[in-house]
C-alpha cells in the first residue's frame, strides 16, 4: 500500500513541476504520509525520507 501511495505521487510530482513553496509543502505532506504509513515519528527520520523523496523524484523515469 506504501509502495503505491508513494509510486502515485512520484509520478505526479515529476509530470507537473510545482512553484518553489508549493513544492515545499508537496514534499512535506509526501514525507508525512510516508512516515505515518511507515509508523515513524522523529524529526531525524522525517530528513531522511525527504532526502530519499528528492533524490527519486529527481530521477530519470526508465523507459
Not at 513553496?21 to 527520520?45: C, Q
Amino acid at each position: 500500500m506504501t509502495a503505491l501511495i508513494t509510486e502515485r505521487l512520484y509520478s505526479y510530482y515529476r509530470q507537473r513541476p510545482l512553484a518553489g513553496a508549493t513544492r515545499k509543502k508537496f514534499e512535506e505532506l509526501v514525507v508525512t504520509l510516508e512516515m505515518r504509513l511507515a509508523g515513524k515519528s522523529r524529526p531525524r527520520v522525517r530528513g531522511n525520507y525527504l532526502s530519499a523523496l528528492k533524490k527519486k523524484a529527481f530521477k530519470e523515469p526508465k523507459s
